[in-house]
């Protein structure tokens, strides 16, 4: 794939990304505004849970199914291997799984800290199953790069799950609570995107096609896709752990159980949706990135492998420095105009910064499993993991909840700078050393961006806070730019070489 074709697939996947996460992010201020602080933070702890469940599916084996698809993207009889196994895999794993856990109810006892999490947790088994079927019919398409088909597909699942909630809404007095109606909207759109993903999957397939035996790939994608499924588990096994021990912590100093958990989903369900905004991007990167560096290191291409990376790098940075002074300046307001909750501001502002390392830790993550360096992500991700732990056990004392945004930023800053590490390694990358520079140039930029914004906001306070935040968002970007321009860091991030 060329520059120019690469820079379309990015364009194309973020175009759905950024509508989806639209559509989304709208719908999560609704229904935080709906269920309010501390059943979100049931609703957060229920479903932290269920994606740890779903990481199992879908992570490494649509992985490795994309990569090995594209090896040959138009070998119809061996892509349909492919898939057959894969749907084998998948849903043998996701039937085990809700077998498991219906089973098992009584242990969940230990787990949830609020009896109200376990109806929610198994409202959702449904559309674990259809992600199973979802989620590998949609790494064939990865791995042929049909990022639109992708895109879409996404983009039909949200809007299912708005309009199945506002259906649901109509009938919420037959439910128990608030909560079982946007678990049940979850499912519902789950199970709809899946049989629309397997009817376009089934008008757009090829009908002419030998035979080769699936059974025989069975067992090299489950030994391929086991690593990166294990670092994934591993990260989302670190969310519930953290939503036990950090509302526990918080009681020890003093919190009441009520403010601790409200405290918890303000952070899970207000503050992470706005730090992960870059992310749409980034996941359009990686998205697109798998299937190109697979192909390159296949070809032994490795001066294009270089340069696709760096490119990569230097646009996740750019990304996050434009949201970053706006955080920092903004925060509050954007807090209580969003959440009518000041609280989700303040977080926000405190941790803007978690936005770069949180990216960067996705973006190599995702450039060493192309590079079948799966393990080497566990190791990476398992040595962050050792800071995030002891801050969450030990800060809330001193700095409350503050203390799990600053455990995220400190774990995912040494995974980070230990994946960059790993792929110099991998690439015999001797510009390594161009990527702090980078980081400091905008942070240099963003300063007075931030304060401008700052101050601006201040001076303007008598407008209406919704005319207040465009004026000021405004400047912020308006002078980033503008200063990016100056100092020639503004180029368009991705282009044709």
């Known amino acids: 794939m060329c520059m120019r074709a690469f820079t379309k697939s990015v364009l194309v996947i973020t175009a759905f990304a950024v509508l989806t996460r639209l559509i989304g992010f709208i719908f999560r201020i609704f229904l935080s505004r709906l269920l309010g602080a501390e059943m979100l933070g049931v609703y957060q702890m229920a479903l932290n849970i269920f994606m740890i469940l779903l ?21 119809t009889a061996r892509t349909r291997s492919i898939m057959v196994a894969g749907l084998y895999i998948g849903v043998t794993t996701a039937l085990l799984l809700c077998v498991t856990v219906v089973c098992g109810q009584h242990l969940f006892d230990y787990i949830f800290t609020d009896q109200r999490c376990l109806p929610i947790l198994l409202i959702t088994l449904p559309a674990l199953i259809a992600s199973s079927v979802y989620c590998v019919l949609r790494a064939i398409w990865w791995g042929q790069k049909k990022f639109t088909l992708l895109g879409l597909t996404e983009l039909i699942e949200q809007i299912a799950r708005v309009v199945f909630f506002v259906i649901l809404l109509c009938f919420a007095s037959y439910f128990t609570s608030m909560a079982h109606v946007a678990a049940w909207s979850f499912s519902g759109a789950c199970v709809i995107s899946a049989l629309i993903v397997i009817l376009i999957f089934w008008c757009c397939r090829q009908r002419k096609q030998t035979t080769i035996h699936s059974s025989q790939l ?3 994608i489950i030994k391929t896709a086991t690593p990166i499924t294990g670092v994934r588990l591993f990260s989302s096994l670190t969310i519930p752990l953290i939503t036990i021990l950090l509302p526990l912590r918080l009681v020890a100093a003093g ?19 706005l730090l992960t905004v870059p992310s749409t991007v980034i996941s359009s990167l990686a998205t697109a990135l798998v ?4 192909n390159l290191i296949n070809q032994q291409q490795w001066s294009a492998v270089r340069r696709q990376i760096r490119t990569v790098l230097r646009f996740t940075i750019f990304i996050n420095f434009c949201f970053i002074p706006i955080y920092l300046a903004l925060g509050k307001p954007i807090g209580s105009f969003l959440y009518a909750d000041l609280n989700s501001g303040i977080y926000l502002a405190r941790s803007a910064w978690v936005m770069l390392p949180m990216s960067l830790s996705q973006i190599t993550n995702t450039t060493l499993n192309a590079m079948n360096r799966e393990n080497i992500t566990i190791r990476n991700y398992a040595i962050g993991t ?18 799990v945004l600053l455990g995220m930023g400190l774990s995912m800053t040494v995974s980070t700078i230990l994946n960059l590490i790993a792929v110099r390694q991998a690439t015999n990358w001797r510009g ?12 240099l930029i963003g300063i007075p961006a931030f304060i401008l914004g700052y ?6 306070s008598t407008l209406p806070n919704s005319v207040n935040l465009i004026l000021s968002g405004g400047i912020v970007e308006l002078a980033f730019f503008g200063l990016c321009w100056a100092t020639n860091l503004f180029t368009i991030p991705i282009k044709r070489q």
Do not use: C
């Open 432 to 443: 390594f050393g161009t990527i702090l520079p980078t980081i400091i140039s905008y942070l």
């Open 255 to 273: 919190w009441t159980n009520s403010n601790a958990i409200a405290h918890l989903g303000i952070i899970s369900g207000m503050t992470l949706p």
């Open 55 to 75: 990481t199992i599916i879908s992570t490494g084996l649509p992985l490795i199914l994309s990569r090995e698809v594209a090896k040959e993207p138009y070998h």
């Open 455 to 460: 101050f601006t906001f201040q001076l303007n």
């Open 218 to 220: 069975i067992k090299p």
């Open 386 to 403: 050792l800071f995030l732990l002891p801050i969450v056990w030990f800060m809330p004392a001193i700095i409350g909840a503050d203390a």
């Open 291 to 294: 299937p190109e560096l697979a």
